[in-house]
């Protein structure tokens, strides 16, 4: 299977701080992809030179073969750890201006929409102003504007971040759901339950260096532990000894 | 293109969709119609009351010192002569008259001196009008008519002027050019707060990263440009339509000159010149605003900054009559090729006629490569300063990054 994502030799420095120091991994085309790491890893700061928000200080990243661009290549959905939207526009018009720039027509954005409102029982909220939901709804939100048009690659970080069990359940349906249509899924995640069991690939990050990379099972085996947390608590475990 | 439009669109409508907007485009003009409309009330209740004055009939006694005065003017007024002032005060204090008006000897250097019953502070005025009236038709007839209306300032003059062979009214002249000024003021003025708040509000909402993602920051940007822009235009049709309505329909009765709009000479390069320095100053503006909207993390912080290039821009309004008197001056040519002052100046003096071909040539360039230069700056600053949610961006940075 041919890689959707590759990164090379990543480095990222901010002032002169490096935080990232040589990362390289891919991720093949229809798997699911797991990125772990604790807070501050530079899992976020992956992503973000990854979709050109920021720009690296050495190293490729590719996607699809080339450096991302909005204007090509490959059909992204991203759901970013950083949550906002328009919070004064209606649910409906923030959700069909992004289906319109994602680059469908204004009914296919609108159509998407309401069936979107309606699968996640929010369909009497679509004129509603986004700042009158509360946090876990407007979250919904941003993942119907992440999946709207059927993303060949979905890039989630943190994506069960403020949800309750219900609506974590109602997450990960969706998310099977795009693995069921072929797409590609990059979850940024704590949750080592759901990354077990939706999970081909993994790498575990720390202070900006993989310290496993490869199947759930090849990590387990590595670390010689039973499930993910185990292998979690070893590897980042001491932080909190650390910095104190 | 596709993404511009539906940017463009999508910030139209949010904007339309504001309250602070309304309030804004309609608040001036329903401001100067209460006001246009007060004024209008006002000269005509006074008029009318004036013209009441004139036929109230009231008791009058009157010393003449000056010997100017006809008797039968104050026949017809049934006015007594008396020779005693303090008498005529006293006759007024007791309430015996209306008033007693005194005509010193000397009126150049004394003032008449008038006294009356109290009849309310508009009313009062009728002792004044009248101890004027008699004193001006005592004299009127005596003196001839050309110097009668030199002393009391009816004399008119007017001024034809010549170029180049030909007639020329300067002041007509600059109506078209000068319209420029007038809408890079205006959109100014009304646009500068909505642009900075419309950069901002994707980093105060949060949502910079989902759209970097999806559209450029350049087609962001330009888009975001040209909807305030279109804004603004409105808002200033709301203002200026009204207004250009009621000048025609009533500007005789609100005392405004009449200008047959005509009849205005067009002076196509200086109107050109006009079009383009307009056009260039404000994309200038518009980049300094964005960038401005990027650089900071919040719509308080940026305001503060706005406040700065407010006073560049038209600080130079207050050497408006340095600009018509003195254009080769060396502080009007510094301010007139300063990007940041040069708008107001190049706009009014080309208005005027005194803009050199010379200075258009130098002025026209540097402003041209920093709206550029600016512009390009604020779309790199949006794309790498948007993330920066709570501390402002430096210019190091954003080089910074390759």
Same mark, same amino acid.
């Given at each position: *299977? ?46 973000? /030179? ?32 950083? @949550? ?28 998407? $929409? ?32 992440? %999946?709207?048009? !059927? ?7 943190? #994506? ?85 | ?7 463009? @669109? ?20 329903? *401001?100067? &119609? /209460? %006001? ?32 100017? %005065? ?8 049934? /006015? ?13 204090? $007791? ?12 009126? $150049? ?16 005025? @009728? ?5 004027? *009236? ?10 001839? &008519? ?6 009391? !300032? ?31 003021? *205006? ?18 909402? @949060? ?32 203002? &200026? ?13 609100? !005392? ?40 900071? #993390? ?53 208005? &005027?006629?005194?803009?050199? #071909? ?39 940075? %954003?080089?910074?990054?390759?």
């Amino acid at each position: *299977m041919e890689n959707i994502i590759t990164i090379k030799d990543f480095k990222m420095r901010f002032g002169t701080t490096e935080v990232i120091h040589g990362l390289t991994f891919s991720v093949k085309r229809g798997e699911t992809f797991g990125f772990l790491g604790s807070n501050g890893s530079g899992k976020t700061t992956t992503i973000r /030179a990854l979709l050109g928000i920021y720009q690296p200080t050495g190293g490729e990243l590719l996607l699809d073969g080339k450096p991302y661009s909005v204007s090509g290549g490959v059909k992204l959905g991203y759901l970013p750890e950083e @949550r906002g939207l328009y919070k004064k526009e209606s649910v409906i018009d923030a959700m069909v201006y992004f289906g319109e720039l994602k680059g469908m027509s204004r009914d296919e954005a609108k159509e998407a $929409s309401l069936a979107y409102l309606s699968r996640v029982n929010l369909s009497d909220k679509a004129n509603t102003r986004l700042d009158k939901l509360s946090g876990g709804q407007q979250q919904k939100i941003q993942l119907g504007i992440t %999946i709207m048009d !059927n993303p060949e690659l979905l890039i989630l970080d943190e #994506p069960t971040k403020g949800f309750d069990p219900v609506n974590r359940k109602l997450l990960m349906d969706i998310i099977e759901e795009h693995q069921a249509k072929g797409a590609t899924v990059v979850m940024v995640t704590h949750q080592m339950d759901e990354v077990e069991r939706l999970c081909d690939h993994i790498i575990l990050l720390k202070d900006g260096v993989s310290h496993a990379y490869g199947t759930v099972d090849e990590v387990k085996k590595k670390f010689n532990k039973k499930s993910l947390d185990e292998v979690f608590l070893q590897v980042y475990g001491n932080e909190n000894e650390e910095t104190k | 293109m596709h993404n511009l439009s539906t940017v463009i @669109r999508f910030e139209i409508v949010r904007t339309l969709k504001k309250k602070s907007y309304w309030i804004m485009a309609l608040g001036f003009p329903v *401001m100067m &119609v /209460a %006001i246009f409309a007060i004024i209008y009330f006002s000269n005509q209740s006074t008029n009318q009351a004036a013209e009441e004055l004139q036929h109230q009939s009231f008791s009058i006694e009157v010393t003449d010192e000056t010997h100017l %005065i006809k008797p039968s003017i104050l026949d017809a007024l049934k /006015a007594k002569t008396i020779t005693d002032k303090q008498q005529g005060i006293k006759d007024v204090a $007791s309430g015996k008259v209306d008033s007693y008006i005194y005509y010193p000897s000397d009126i $150049s250097k004394h003032p008449v001196e008038v006294y009356g019953q109290d009849v309310g502070i508009f009313n009062n005025s @009728r002792y004044d009008a009248v101890a004027s *009236m008699v004193l001006k038709e005592s004299i009127q007839n005596s003196v001839d &008519v050309n110097v009668r209306s030199v002393i009391s !300032n009816q004399a008119s003059t007017n001024v034809t002027t010549y170029r180049d062979g030909e007639e020329y009214d300067p002041v007509k002249q600059m109506i078209l050019p000068g319209l420029f000024l007038v809408l890079f003021y *205006m959109l100014i003025a009304f646009s500068a707060n909505q642009m900075l708040t419309s950069t901002i509000e994707e980093k105060e909402n @949060r949502v910079i990263e989902m759209i970097l993602t999806t559209i450029e920051a350049r087609t962001l940007v330009i888009g975001k440009i040209v909807s305030q822009v279109a804004l603004s235009l409105f808002q200033g049709c709301i203002i &200026v339509l009204p207004a250009l309505a009621g000048y025609l329909l009533f500007h005789d009765k609100l !005392n405004l000159p009449f200008i047959d709009l005509t009849a205005l000479p067009v002076d196509i390069p200086r109107i050109l010149t006009g079009a383009l320095v307009f056009v260039v100053s404000f994309l200038f503006f518009t980049g300094v605003l964005v960038l401005i909207g990027s650089s900071v #993390p919040t719509a308080k912080e940026a305001s503060q900054f706005l406040g700065v290039v407010m006073i560049a821009i038209f600080g130079p309004l207050y050497a408006v009559t340095l600009f018509i008197s003195a254009p080769d001056a060396p502080l009007v040519r510094f301010l007139s090729l300063f990007p940041f002052t040069a708008p107001i100046p190049l706009l009014l003096r080309n208005a &005027v006629g005194n803009l050199h #071909p010379w200075e258009l040539a130098v002025a026209l360039p540097i402003l041209v490569v920093s709206a550029a230069v600016v512009l390009m700056l604020a779309v790199r600053v949006f794309r790498y300063g948007a993330l920066e949610y709570s501390r402002k961006v430096s210019l190091r940075e %954003i080089f910074g990054r390759r």
